[in-house]
């Protein structure tokens, strides 16, 4: 299952991603929002939400930038979100970095970039290796109260 979210910024971006899932037969849960303005931490705290308690094992988070999104969502406890304005960084924070998350910026890539980079991110799996105690260093970064 994959989460996705936007602002305002990006609403019209979320239809597009939401189209490629159907199409594409990926289940998603859309946590919104179509409120117009709207506050980017909000969507961003519900779909890490949904990764951290199981309902979603990735996310997609979309604003003008993918910047507050991003920052938003690497404060949420178990997220590795990486901002990608093109494919290759897509490919490398999955293989190396094993990200959770993909924020993208409506204002910065278009539509066919955006399902390019998407598409990248959802086929590319974790090496895993050297990685993987990288990535657990990253975690235990983490600042936890239990
Ligand atoms: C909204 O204007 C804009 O600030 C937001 O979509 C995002 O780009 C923030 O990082």
Redesign the pocket.
Known sequence: MIAIAS????ASLRIVVKNYLEENNIPYVDMGTDEAPSD?PLMAEKVCAAIEDGTARMGVLL???????SMTANKCKGIRAAVCTETYSAKYTRLHNDANVLCM?A?VVGEGLALEILQTFLETGFEGGRHQRRVDMMMALEHTED
């Not at 602002?7 to 990006?10: L, W």
């Not at 604003?63 to 999104?69: D, L, P, Q, V």
Request: aromatic share 8%; with cysteine; proline share 0%.
């Open positions: 602002d305002h910024a990006a980017y604003c003008g930038t993918g910047i507050g999104m910026g204002r």
